[in-house]
C-alpha cells in the first residue's frame, strides 16, 4: 500500500475523477509525487522506466483535463503508460508489472476501462485513435480521443499511413507527439532531424484561431486564407509536413511545464477537425541517472534508487543475443559483403559492438520493420549479404515484404530472429509463439532453430553462406553454456543430430527443448534427436525413426499450430506411415506475462510437463522405477 505520509496527495487519487476534483495549483505537486512514486515502485519490481518518467506531467495534465475514460486515451509506444496505470486505479499493484498475476506491462483493455486500446508494438495509436473517432462521430458522441505517440512511435511507417488519412477524413482528435528524441537507442533518420529544427509560434496560432472564428468556413476567402496560412507558417515554422497532411500543429512546447500543457490543452480541446501537439520531454526525467544514461534506464531489472543500477556477476554462459553479436562481427571481417539491418533494435539485438566497429556497414532504419525487410532485399538485388537483426514479434509486422520481396525473389537475406519462443515477463505483444508456424509455409526459406550457443553460431554461418533466404531463431537469455568454437564453420543443410539410441519412444527436439528431451529419455530409455533444422526436415532420418519406433513426441517452444511438429506429421502422411506423433508445444492460447521458467512449467514444456504428458499419452512406457517421474 502507498505511504500515506509520502504521498499524501497521491494516496487520495484512486480514479482520476479524484484528480479532478483537485484544484489545478495542486498539480504540480501531484506531478512531484506520482514521479518519486514510480521511481520508488520501479525500482522495486523492475520495468519500463525512462518512457514513463518522461510523460509524467503529461499524463496528469491529460487525464485532468478530459473525462477520462469517456474520452479515450491511446497510448504508444505501451510502455509510456506505467504513470497511467498509477493514476487510473492500479497504484497499489504497480510494484507487480511484468509479475505472474500481476498488471501487465503495456496497456490492456481487459484490464482497465483506461486501457482503451491494446499497444504492445509501435506506431499504432494515430490510426486506432482515428478509427474512435470516426466510429463516435457517426453515433453523434461527442467524446474527445486523444493519441499519443513517443519515444520514437512516429517513426514507423504505419503512423504517417494513419496521419495522411485522418487529414483527409477530418475528424476531431488530437495527436501529442511526446518527442523525446529517444526509442529505446537514440532516435535516428531525417524525421528526427526536422522535428529538431520546429520552432514554437504561440503568435501564429492566436492569428489562426481569431480569423477562423471571423471568416465563414468552406468561402472562398477561408480557403484562400487557409492555403496563404500554409505558405506563411512554413517561412516561420518547418511544420508544413503535419500541415499539408491535413493537422493543424502547434508546438512545441515544454512537455515537463504543467501550467503550459493545461493552458495549450484547454485550447486545443474546444478546436474542431484534426490537431496534433508537439511536446519536448526528456526521457528520464527526474531521475539523474536515467537522463545521463536514457538507454540503459529505458527497462531495467529491480535496483536501490540510490545506487542506480549495479551490474552483477554473469552466469559465465553466453546469450544467444551475445553469439549473435559476436558472429556477426567476425563474419564481417571474414566477407565484405555482410550489412547488418535493424529495426530501432540495437541493444536488444546485440548490435552495439557492431555499429561501432563497421559503422558504415550497420543500418538503424528506425520503428520501419515492413522497411528493413524490403531495404534487405534490395541490398541482396546487388549483391550484398545483408543480415536482418529482428525480434520474431517484430517481424510478423513486415511479413509480406518477408514472403513478396525476399522469399519469391530467392534473395540472399539472413533473418536472426531473436526472442523467439517464450519470452517472459513482456506478454503477450512480445512472445514469439508463431515463428516456426509462419516460417515454414513460405517456399524457399531455409529454417532452423539452434539447441545451443555453438550451434546458434553454426546456423548463422550456413544461413549466410546459403543461397537464399534463410532464419535462424533463438530463444531470450543464456545457452546450456556449450563452448564455443572460433571458426566459421557451417552445417550440413538438413540433416539432424541422433543424439541418443533408445527404444520405443523418440523425442524429436526443436532447438532449446533438447535440454529437457535428452534427461527425460534417459529415464525412458528412448531415442533423442536435435532436429537443428525446421525446414527441410531430415526425411531420411525421420521415416527411418517412424518405422523402427512405437511413437514419436515432437518438442518445440512454438505454437502447435502449424508448427515444427505438424511437419513431421505432414512427412508421415505423405508415405503412409502411421506411427503415433505426440506434439508437444504452445497452446492455442496468448501467452500472459510471467517469467520464462513460469510459462514452460505453465506450457509443459519443462521436464515434469513434458514426462506426464508422455505417459499420460503412452502410460506402457514408464519405467519400473519411476524416480525421475516422482522427483519432478
Keep these: 500500500m502507498i505511504d500515506q505520509q509520502r504521498y499524501p496527495r497521491l494516496a487520495r487519487i484512486d480514479s482520476p475523477a479524484n484528480l479532478r476534483e483537485l484544484p489545478e495549483t495542486e498539480l504540480t505537486a501531484v506531478a512531484a509525487e506520482l514521479r518519486d512514486y514510480l521511481i520508488e515502485s520501479v525500482a522495486q519490481s523492475g520495468g519500463h522506466f525512462g518512457a514513463g518518467l518522461g510523460c509524467i506531467e503529461l499524463t496528469v495534465a491529460l ?65 486506432a485513435a482515428l478509427g474512435m473517432a470516426i466510429a463516435a462521430q457517426r453515433k453523434g458522441d461527442n467524446r474527445k480521443v486523444v493519441a499519443v505517440i513517443g519515444d520514437g512511435g512516429l517513426t514507423g511507417g504505419m503512423a504517417f499511413e494513419a496521419l495522411n488519412h485522418g487529414g483527409d477524413v477530418e475528424p476531431d482528435i488530437l495527436v501529442i507527439l511526446n518527442d523525446n528524441q529517444m526509442s529505446i537507442s537514440e532516435n535516428v533518420g531525417a524525421l528526427t532531424k526536422m522535428l529538431a529544427r520546429l520552432l514554437a509560434s504561440r503568435t501564429l496560432n492566436r492569428w489562426r484561431e481569431r480569423g477562423k472564428q471571423m471568416i465563414k468556413r468552406g468561402s472562398f476567402m477561408y480557403r484562400f486564407l487557409k492555403r496563404w496560412e ?65 538507454i540503459e534506464y529505458h527497462a531495467v531489472g529491480p535496483f536501490d534508487p540510490k545506487l542506480g543500477i549495479i551490474k552483477k556477476p554473469g552466469s559465465g554462459k553466453l546469450t544467444y543475443t551475445q553469439v549473435f553479436g559476436d ?50 532485399a534490395g541490398m541482396a538485388c546487388e549483391g550484398a549479404k545483408p543480415v536482418v537483426a529482428i525480434y520474431s514479434t517484430f517481424l510478423q509486422r513486415a511479413y509480406d515484404q518477408l514472403i513478396h520481396d525476399v522469399a519469391l525473389q530467392n534473395l540472399d537475406v539472413l533473418f536472426a530472429i531473436d526472442r523467439a519462443g517464450i519470452v517472459g515477463p513482456d506478454g503477450a505483444t512480445h512472445a514469439g509463439s508463431f515463428d516456426l508456424s509462419y516460417l515454414r509455409c513460405i517456399p524457399n526459406m531455409l529454417v532452423m532453430a539452434p539447441s545451443d550457443e555453438n550451434e546458434c553460431r553454426q546456423m548463422l554461418s550456413t544461413g549466410f553462406l546459403f543461397d537464399g533466404p534463410a532464419a535462424v531463431r533463438y530463444p531470450r537469455g543464456n545457452g546450456p553454456g556449450v563452448a564455443i568454437t572460433p571458426d566459421l564453420a557451417t552445417l550440413e543443410i538438413g540433416r539432424a543430430e541422433l543424439r541418443r539410441s533408445g527404444n520405443g519412444i523418440a523425442l524429436l527436439a526443436f532447438g532449446p527443448l533438447l535440454a529437457p528431451a535428452e534427461i527425460i529419455a534417459a529415464e525412458l530409455d528412448a531415442t533423442v534427436v536435435n532436429m537443428r533444422f525446421v525446414k527441410p526436415l531430415d ?24 508448427g515444427a511438429g505438424s511437419s513431421v506429421s505432414e512427412l508421415l502422411a505423405a508415405h503412409g506411415i502411421n506411427t503415433p506423433v505426440l506434439h508437444l508445444g504452445l497452446a492455442d492460447s496468448y501467452l500472459e506475462h510471467a517469467s520464462r521458467e513460469q510459462l514452460l512449467s505453465e506450457a509443459g514444456l519443462d521436464v515434469a510437463g513434458i514426462l506426464s504428458a508422455i505417459l499420460k499419452r503412452w502410460p506402457q512406457f514408464a519405467p519400473a522405477q519411476a524416480g525421475l517421474r516422482n522427483a519432478v
Design 539 to 562: 526425411e531420411t532420418l525421420l521415416l527411418e525413426l517412424a518405422r523402427s519406433h512405437s511413437a514419436l513426441v515432437t518438442l518445440e517452444d512454438n505454437a502447435i499450430a502449424g
Design 230 to 294: 500554409e505558405h506563411a507558417k512554413g517561412m516561420f515554422v518547418p511544420s508544413t509536413l503535419f500541415e499539408e497532411l491535413g493537422f493543424h500543429y502547434t508546438g512545441p512546447i515544454n512537455g515537463h511545464d504543467l501550467p503550459m500543457l493545461l493552458s495549450t490543452l484547454r485550447t486545443l480541446k474546444e478546436l474542431k477537425g484534426p490537431q496534433l501537439l508537439h511536446i519536448m520531454t526528456t526521457k528520464g526525467k527526474g531521475y539523474e541517472r536515467a537522463e545521463a544514461d536514457q
Design 327 to 376: 558472429w556477426l562481427c567476425d563474419m564481417a571481417k571474414a566477407d565484405s559483403r555482410l550489412l547488418a539491418v535493424t529495426p530501432a533494435m540495437r541493444e536488444g539485438s546485440g548490435l552495439v559492438r557492431f555499429s561501432k566497429e563497421y559503422a558504415e556497414r550497420y543500418f538503424d532504419v528506425t520503428i520501419a520493420e515492413q522497411h528493413a525487410v524490403t531495404l534487405a
Design 63 to 127: 487525464h485532468y483535463m478530459y473525462n477520462t475514460p469517456d474520452d479515450r486515451l491511446v497510448w504508444d509506444v505501451g510502455h509510456q503508460t506505467y504513470p497511467h496505470k498509477i493514476l487510473t486505479g492500479r497504484r497499489d499493484r504497480i510494484a507487480t508489472v511484468k509479475q505472474k498475476d500481476g498488471i501487465a506491462p503495456f496497456p490492456k483493455r481487459d484490464e482497465s476501462a483506461f486501457d482503451t486500446f491494446g499497444v504492445g508494438h509501435s506506431s499504432t495509436s494515430i490510426s
